[in-house]
Structures are given as structure tokens and as C-alpha cells.
T-cell receptor, first 112, second 113 residues
Framework: GQQLNQSPQSMFIQEGEDVSMNCTSSSIFNTWLWYKQDPGEGPVLLIALYKAGELTSNGRLTAQFGITRKDSFLNISASIPSDVGIYFCAGPRGTNAGKSTFGDGTTLTVKP | NAGVTQTPKFQVLKTGQSMTLQCAQDMNHEYMSWYRQDPGMGLRLIHYSVGAGITDQGEVPNGYNVSRSTTEDFPLRLLSAAPSQTSVYFC????????????FGAGSRLTVL
């Protein structure tokens, strides 16, 4: 089945540093989504990517949809303490939009 | 807009007890789904629904039942709770079109003793 592998599993960084995380799959995805989960809350969408090669920014966040359609990365520039949380990549499963597959998440800790 | 509302936020059960986690959305979304989140395992799909009266199994459906009698509500039932069902449960809804962007509830933390 479709699986998403995220790396790294966790990151401990200093405030102000840049962060990079990625997501790979053995299957092709037509859409990549990046969510962030704050402690004690549900995940919230950060960025959606719709076509291969697409590069999209949302403030200090930049994400790219890999050309092979089997990977995506998310960069955070100049990290701040409120960037703390779990970052998930996700995508619809096959042609069934009712299902979404999620990666295992990257847990980010930012030290002030 | 309330979005997706889950109740209860916390629950402790004894092994063998049954309970229902409630989920309601006010965005007129057709698609609703239940995920469980365990440490280091991301979000795993339990059951989902593409519309009132239609439900289907996800990755980890055993031990859970769902029904969808209205567009707004999608309750998750644990028939006989087991310690392996200790987890945080998230309900989500979406339009089902395009990228299937999910709107999540705040989660329900369940502990089974």
C-alpha cells in the first residue's frame, strides 16, 4: 500500500536556525499536503502542492513537490519558538479522496 | 464557525467497557474520517465516510464501529475497549474534492485500563 516515510523523526534546533524535512514514498502522489500539529491540538494545513516541480511559500515556510511525484520537502527559515510541534506530510490514497495517508511526522523542538 | 467538534476531550475506560466518541462538523462537508495517533506512528485511518449512509474501513478498523446517519455527525463506537485502544483519536472532515484537505477536531484522549 501507499506509505510515506518522513525524516528526520525529530529535530532539536536553536531559535533562528533554518529547518529542512522531507517525505518520500514508493508510490506516486498527485497531491502533497503538509500539516502542523501544535501540542494538544489537531493538525492544521500549512501548504498544499498540486503538481510535480511546484514550489510554494507561506511566510517562512517553503515546500516543493518532487519531479518524480514520489517526494516532497518542507523548509522553515529563521525558526521561532512557536514553530514547535509535529509536522506531517500527507496525500490522498490513490483515486479515493475519502482516504488520506499520513507520514509518521517530524517533531520539532526550538530552543530559545 | 465551530468547524469539527469532538467530545469528550478525555476519557478513562476499563477493559471491556463500551463507549462512543462523538464528532460533529458544521461546514457541510461530505467526507468525514476517524484517525488514531500513537507515539511515533503518525495518524492511522480507522474508518471513513464519503456521505450520509456510506462508511468504509481504513487501515485499523478492528474493534471500532461507525455510522453516518446525517451529514453533520460521525460517531466512533468502541464495542469492548482494550488497552491497545489507548490512544488519541482525531475526527476530520473535508469536501472530498481536489487535494482532500482535512479539517481536524481537537482530539479525544482515551485511556483503557
Amino acid at each position: 500500500g501507499q506509505q510515506l516515510n518522513q525524516s528526520p523523526q525529530s529535530m532539536f534546533i536553536q531559535e533562528g536556525e533554518d529547518v529542512s524535512m522531507n517525505c518520500t514514498s514508493s508510490s506516486i502522489f498527485n497531491t502533497w499536503l503538509w500539516y502542523k500539529q501544535d501540542p494538544g491540538e489537531g493538525p492544521v494545513l500549512l501548504i498544499a502542492l498540486y503538481k510535480a516541480g511546484e514550489l510554494t511559500s507561506n511566510g517562512r515556510l517553503t515546500a516543493q513537490f518532487g519531479i518524480t511525484r514520489k517526494d516532497s520537502f518542507l523548509n522553515i527559515s529563521a525558526s521561532i519558538p512557536s514553530d514547535v510541534g509535529i509536522y506531517f506530510c500527507a496525500g490522498p490514497r490513490g483515486t479515493n479522496a475519502g482516504k488520506s495517508t499520513f507520514g509518521d511526522g517530524t517533531t520539532l523542538t526550538v530552543k530559545p | 464557525n465551530a468547524g469539527v467538534t469532538q467530545t469528550p476531550k478525555f476519557q478513562v475506560l476499563k477493559t471491556g467497557q463500551s463507549m462512543t466518541l462523538q464528532c460533529a462538523q458544521d461546514m457541510n462537508h461530505e467526507y468525514m474520517s476517524w484517525y488514531r495517533q500513537d507515539p511515533g506512528m503518525g495518524l492511522r485511518l480507522i474508518h471513513y465516510s464519503v456521505g450520509a449512509g456510506i462508511t468504509d474501513q481504513g487501515e485499523v478498523p478492528n474493534g471500532y464501529n461507525v455510522s453516518r446517519s446525517t451529514t453533520e455527525d460521525f460517531p466512533l463506537r468502541l464495542l469492548s475497549a482494550a488497552p491497545s485502544q489507548t490512544s488519541v483519536y482525531f475526527c476530520a472532515s473535508s469536501t472530498g474534492s481536489g487535494a482532500n484537505v482535512l479539517t481536524f477536531g481537537a482530539g479525544s484522549r482515551l485511556t483503557v485500563l
